[in-house]
């Protein structure tokens, strides 16, 4: 059974950090391009940053310069190092790992996500 399970989050001032982690089991992520994906209240889903298995990255504009994404893929584990955190940050984080289809099946896996709220 794949589980991805994530933690680090938290209630953080403007300006604050948080690093979020995502502890997977039942994968190896190593394969897998890893991606950090946040829904706001009345917002849709959006990606906010991924890491391929070469560990190319993307980063959603807005979190460019102040978010960093990266694996450790001994732990079997991705990260998510927020700086200079803004209340337009506040959302629900959630960890995705993504294979594709191979064989006509799908390879794509969520977190439960962890609360992130900036406040003051």
């Known amino acids: 059974q794949v589980q991805l399970v994530e933690s680090g989050g938290g209630l953080v001032q403007p300006g604050g950090s948080l690093r979020l982690s995502c502890a997977a089991s039942g994968i190896s992520i190593n394969v897998y391009t890893m991606g950090w994906y946040r829904r706001a209240p009345g917002k849709q889903r959006e990606l906010v940053a991924s890491i391929t298995s070469t560990s190319n990255t993307n980063y959603e504009d807005s979190v460019k310069g102040r978010f960093t994404i990266s694996r450790d893929n001994a732990k079997n584990t991705v990260y998510l190092q927020m700086n200079s955190l803004k209340p337009e940050d506040t959302a629900v984080y959630y960890c995705?790992?993504?294979?594709?289809?191979?064989?006509?099946?799908?390879?794509?896996?969520w977190g439960q996500g962890t609360q992130v709220t900036v406040s003051s």
């Open positions: 995705n790992a993504n294979l594709g289809t191979v064989w006509a099946v799908k390879y794509n896996y």
